[in-house]
């Protein structure tokens, strides 16, 4: 597992279970949607200040997973 999954969390009390930047409700699929779109990780930390870098990345790590069709234990809820 690529150690940047650890930043995302699947929670199905928070957001409705849609995977999230850990400790935010900024979904992956948004990121990766507007960087898609060619929007610039320095415009989405500008827009975003709570994210750091590194959340920009296991984005796109969480996203290089999903395409692999494998089953991502990032999905699994943390112990308090």
């Known amino acids: 597992m690529h150690p940047l999954l650890t930043r995302i969390s699947i929670d199905p009390n928070v957001c409705f ?3 999230c930047v850990r400790g935010t ?3 992956v699929s948004l990121l990766l ?3 898609a779109d060619g929007e610039s990780e320095a415009a989405l ?3 975003y200040p709570q994210l ?3 959340d ?3 984005a796109l790590a969480y996203g290089a997973e999903m395409s ?3 089953i991502i234990p990032a999905g699994m ?4």
């Open 17 to 19: 279970g849609k995977p």
């Open 45 to 47: 930390l500008a827009e």
């Open 68 to 70: 692999r069709e494998q």
């Open 52 to 54: 750091a870098l590194d």
């Open 56 to 58: 920009i990345r296991a």
């Open 33 to 35: 949607d507007r960087l």
């Open 25 to 27: 409700r900024i979904w």
């Open 77 to 80: 809820k943390a112990a308090a």
